[in-house]
């Protein structure tokens, strides 16, 4: 599977998620410190809820990070 398909960001109505079929990549995301400040909790082991308001930055994060996110529901 390409690495766009493995990572999706969904931009839910209140509720931005980090949503990644590798949770591997979940734990990447938490262990690098300035993604991490933008990530409010965990639902599970992979997915990850975004602080309201800090949706595009994740993203940009995760590009700076060499990740190609897909962003849902924008």
Known sequence: MSA???????????VPLVVA???????????RK????????RLNEG???IR???SEALVE???QMGHTPRVQGK
């Open 4 to 14: 766009a398909g493995r990572l999706v960001v969904k931009v839910h109505r209140r």
């Open 21 to 31: 079929e590798d949770p591997l990549i979940i734990e990447e995301i938490v262990a």
């Open 34 to 41: 300035k993604a991490a400040a933008d990530i409010a909790g």
């Open 47 to 49: 997915v990850l809820v």
């Open 52 to 54: 309201q308001g800090r």
């Open 61 to 63: 994060e995760l590009r």
